[in-house]
Nanobody
Framework: QVQLAESGGGLVQAGGSMRLSCAASGRAFSIYAMGWSRQAPGKEREFVAIATWSGGRVNYADSVKGRFTISRDNAKNTVYLQMNSLKPEDTAVYYC??????????????WGQGTQVTVSA
């Protein structure tokens, strides 16, 4: 199994910046991709950004494109989300996700516990 440790959330004013980190750990796993989703109160969880591990391809939700940047450090099994020009609408619990193969098994999704990001007006 893969464990994910998220950090970097907190309170920030509109227009400010914040950087989230997520480190993956476990036994004999191979990462295919890591990314971020978020869930605001009363809303469904939505995709934010994703990065593949080998080719470094990235994809963003339209709502964050141009403001957020996803990056990864393969040697550290860590993914980052740099968030700039934050808006109150970005307020949500942000979840780290990895798609990985563990112990020769199938490609499987694993999720972190989430970190709260609050953007004040």
């Amino acid at each position: 199994q893969v464990q994910l440790a998220e950090s970097g959330g907190g309170l920030v004013q509109a227009g400010g910046s914040m950087r989230l980190s997520c480190a993956a750990s476990g036994r004999a796993f191979s990462i295919y991709a890591m990314g971020w989703s978020r869930q605001a109160p009363g809303k469904e969880r939505e995709f934010v950004a994703i990065a593949t591990w080998s080719g470094g391809r990235v994809n963003y939700a339209d709502s964050v494109k141009g403001r957020f940047t996803i990056s990864r450090d393969n040697a550290k099994n860590t993914v980052y989300l740099q968030m700039n020009s934050l808006k109150p609408e970005d307020t949500a619990v942000y979840y780290c996700n990895t798609r990985a193969i563990v112990g020769g098994g199938p490609l499987t999704d694993y999720w972190g516990q989430g970190t709260q990001v609050t953007v004040s007006a």
